[in-house]
């Protein structure tokens, strides 16, 4: 079996998601491809059996050449089962789930591209690579006012085993 990962991040913390979860893939002996579709990197499909893709949100939406690298693959992965991870951090809190939910579904009906299975990730807040208004943005629009410690340079929201515990489902039961 193997499973290709299509990911793009923009500080960096899907490019963690995509790799844990390509190490998790692996721990269960299967063949991983990694491909960050945010370097215009070309697509393979051949001999793939799973398609994980995975991008992050900011300001209400999945990258926009995330999303058309998707749509032009739209007819490879409709023939093979998908899982889509919607990394926010409006998915770290009960009340977010529902906006994160929504930018998952515009994604889809922006691209066509319908997946298998979905998840919503909870993503990271990385301060040290934050300029002054992605700052401003992340802690008044996205973080609505949580507290949140500015001194530190990351603060991870992201639950790995549950993560772990979604691969190892799709992986189970899509083939
Ligand atoms: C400028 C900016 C805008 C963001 N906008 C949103 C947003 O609209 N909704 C949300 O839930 N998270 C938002 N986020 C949080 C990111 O989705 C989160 O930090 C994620 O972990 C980033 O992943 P990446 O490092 O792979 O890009 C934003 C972050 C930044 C820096």
Avoid: C
């Amino acid at each position: 079996m193997t499973v290709l990962i299509l990911f793009e991040s923009v500080e960096g913390h899907t490019a963690k998601v995509a790799e844990y979860v390509s190490n998790t893939v692996q721990a269960l002996g299967h063949a991983t491809h990694v491909v960050d579709l945010g370097g215009n990197a070309s697509v393979d499909f051949d001999d793939v059996s799973h398609v994980v893709l995975a991008a992050s949100v900011h300001q209400r939406r999945h990258p926009r050449q995330f999303e058309a690298a998707i749509a032009a693959h739209g007819q490879a992965l409709e023939r093979l089962p998908t899982l889509t991870l919607s990394v926010s951090l409006s998915a770290a809190f009960p009340e977010g789930r529902e906006e994160a939910q929504d930018y998952l579904d515009e994604m889809k009906m922006r691209t066509g591209v319908h997946p298998t299975r979905e998840a919503l990730v909870a993503g990271a807040v990385q301060t040290a690579k934050y300029d002054y208004f992605a700052m401003q943005v992340v802690r008044y629009v996205v973080l609505k006012g949580r507290e949140f410690d500015t001194s530190a340079p990351s603060h991870v929201f992201t639950d790995w085993e549950a993560l772990r515990a979604t691969v190892t489902g799709f992986l189970a039961t899509a083939a």
